[in-house]
């Protein structure tokens, strides 16, 4: 690891203070100071924001927020989210180890890298890694990779669950830029695809600082899943997920929400199959119908075809279960 | 006389210019080393902390790079915590932060002032084992024991928890410490025997 500074900061206006060239935000440091110890991230200086951040989750004129420092665990048994938004709950309960959801932040959560294998070995090519260097999973070891929204230039995945219910939900993403501005980023608008950038993960503003995620109230409380599917049964991550949840009027679906893990470069949401779903009895001859939709234009990569009967599988299960509550 | 050339005047000044050159060398070498060195290796950042471990307060001169893994193992001799992968996927340095479980290899030092860190070392008390340490050698949770520590951390973490409703729910809680042993159902007795009570 490569020596760097610490600078302990008490409010978000004092981030923007420290100059250093190559600066870093460290909050539960679960992904970045792994990062650090494999040289894929080398800060000169960690500006530790732990003090500086909300981590309250509170419930308010209908609207959830959730402080940028609440930590997964805090957010997963909040009462209010496992009441109004349990999608979110089962989201982040699905990720990571007990100790790793006690450490992670929220914000931290949605800023985390992928785990494709190229990205951490520092070794082979990786556009992620190292920009214009080439990416090594397209023609290599990609059965954890994309099978949408990819680009030659980049196949790697979202690792996080967290934000598939994020993104289910139509959360927003609350930050201050740094000439202190406070902005809102809609969260199919928050991570990004490769395009011609894909060292960007997100579009969140070069220096914005992300203070809350807010999650306006919805309909979905009573009817929701989050399917994961691993090469373990926990403490992995996602080959596929899915995240839905149904709003119903005795046996019609009123409204849908259909988004997946594992899928793409950000969070993917199944528009199609939700439209589809709209108005529709729950039966699973619909369901399958659903997942036939949602999965007809994927594009698999040489090693990753299975995940197309996997998430027809899952989105099924996902639906299914959401039913049988 | 053929010797006489051995001690030429023009010979030991010859060798003994050379030998100053050489004494010189070190010299230059070493401050062209510092003068490189200054560009190419970043300096390393040392700070006075003092951290609070098994309810005493140390004071330590500690590199920002160190996790509190490292420190507990290389400063304060306490190696009870172990390193297993080092990269947050083994569980086996897991400790307790604030009463609750975190990974000491993920956690850096120099963040975890202020806070109150146990390790496997400060779970007994006065000398008795902690009970979960007694249910572990009862029912046979581990074999070649180098998980053992993060496992019995995590599992009285478990327990506080309140996660011990079905062996499939602790399974699921202990999910994030590996056995390479596979002593996972002696470890799942042990807890629901601690949780039992």
Redesign the interface.
């Known amino acids: 690891?490569?020596?760097?500074?610490?600078e302990k900061v008490k409010t978000v206006a004092e981030i923007s203070g420290v100059k250093s060239a190559n600066r870093q935000l460290?909050a539960g440091?679960?992904n970045l100071?792994?990062l650090?110890?494999?040289n894929i991230a080398q800060p000169?200086t960690?500006i530790?924001v732990?003090s500086a951040l909300s981590n309250n989750v509170t419930f308010q004129k209908e609207h959830l927020t959730i402080g940028a420092m609440a930590t997964n665990?805090r957010v997963a048994t909040d009462k209010d989210v496992i009441e109004k938004f349990p999608l979110i709950s089962k989201a982040i309960l699905a990720g990571?180890?007990?100790?790793?959801r006690?450490?992670a932040s929220s914000a931290g959560n949605l800023l985390q890298r992928t785990r494709c294998p190229y990205f951490y070995d520092i070794t082979t090519p990786c556009n992620k890694r190292n920009p214009n260097s080439g990416c090594s999973a397209i023609e290599g070891n990609n059965r954890m990779s994309a099978v949408a929204g990819y680009n030659d230039q980049c196949v790697a995945v979202h690792p996080s669950d967290f934000c598939v219910a994020l993104a289910a939900l139509d959360a927003n993403v609350k930050a201050v830029t740094a000439d202190q501005k406070e902005i809102a980023i809609s969260f199919k608008d928050f991570h990004k695809l490769p395009e011609n950038t894909p060292w960007l993960d997100n579009n969140l503003p070069s220096g914005a600082v992300i203070t809350d995620i807010d999650i306006p109230s919805n309909k979905f409380d009573k009817h929701t899943s989050y399917v994961k599917l691993r090469d373990r049964?926990?403490?992995a991550f996602a080959l596929v997920s899915v995240a839905a949840a149904l709003d119903m009027s005795g046996k019609t679906i009123s409204e849908a929400r259909l988004a997946s893990g594992g899928v793409a470069h950000k969070p993917w949401r199944w528009y199609d199959a939700e439209k589809f779903l709209k108005g529709k009895h729950a039966t699973e001859d619909v369901f399958v119908e659903a997942a036939k939709l949602a999965t007809k234009d994927l594009k698999p990569l040489s090693e990753n075809g299975y995940k197309i009967p996997m998430l027809q599988g899952a989105i099924v299960t996902a639906l299914k279960n959401c039913v049988n509550q | 006389m053929e010797g006489k050339e051995h001690y030429s005047r023009r010979n030991f000044l010859k060798v003994s210019g050379l030998l100053a050159a050489f004494a010189a060398i070190p010299v230059s070498v070493k401050a062209f080393y510092q003068d490189v060195k200054q560009y190419l290796i970043p300096k390393k950042n040392v700070s006075r902390l003092t951290l609070s471990i098994n309810k005493t307060s140390h004071t330590l001169y500690v590199d920002t790079r160190t996790t509190v893994l490292d420190l507990v193992r290389e400063q304060l001799n306490l190696t009870g915590s172990k390193k297993g992968c080092d990269h947050g996927q083994c569980g086996a340095c897991t400790i307790h932060i604030n009463g609750e479980r975190a990974l000491g290899c993920l956690t850096l030092a120099s963040m975890a002032q202020g806070k109150e860190i146990t390790t496997i070392e400060g779970l007994a008390n006065k000398g008795e084992l902690h009970p979960m340490q007694k249910a572990f050698i009862e029912c046979d949770g581990f074999q070649c024991g180098y998980c053992t520590p993060g496992q019995i951390m995590s599992a009285v973490a478990c327990v506080n928890e309140g996660h011990t409703n079905s062996v499939e729910e602790i399974k699921e809680y202990m999910s994030g410490n590996l056995c390479r042993c596979g002593a996972y159902n002696g470890i799942v007795q042990s807890i629901q025997k601690v949780a039992a009570r």
């Open positions: 690891m490569r020596p760097f500074n610490l460290i440091g679960t100071v792994d650090m110890k494999k000169e960690l530790d732990t665990t990571a180890s007990p100790q790793i006690n450490m049964t926990s403490y």
